[in-house]
């Protein structure tokens, strides 16, 4: 509803928050939740990130509307914040990086020395010009034999 487009869409008449809760006002159910929840933070943690995270994304509530709201929204986001970092002192790693890993010699069995290759390479190409010399020869002995028999 930020948006212009949002702002002018029929949206604003039939929200869900009219639909199943009858409010029109709107957003200010959250906040209450949440000072309720602040209550007890270590119970509600999870909770109490989702609504951060939503808070996070640009939702305003009642505070979009409100003379200095973005004063007393930027209150609640850094209580929230702080309240959160002080349950959560240290994150909690996900994995250690060597885990999963198994633990392999990843050696070649056998290596080819780098003249064995050169050596390999010329002597194909050296194959495939004896080849196509004989063959050559052959077909030009064939024009050869056959010119000779024309100008006999």
Known sequence: MSTSWGADSIWAEHSLLTRFHN???GGEKVFSIL???MTEPER???LLMFIYLCL???FKGRYKVMNNGQEAFDKVVSNLYETLRRIDKEPKPLTTATKHVAQKK???TRQIPLWAVFTGFGLSWVAIYIAYSILLNNKSLDVLTQLNHILQ
């Open 23 to 25: 409010e029109t006002w």
């Open 35 to 37: 000072s309720r929840l």
């Open 44 to 46: 509600y943690h999870d």
């Open 56 to 58: 996070m994304q640009g």
């Open 106 to 108: 990843y050696k070649l």
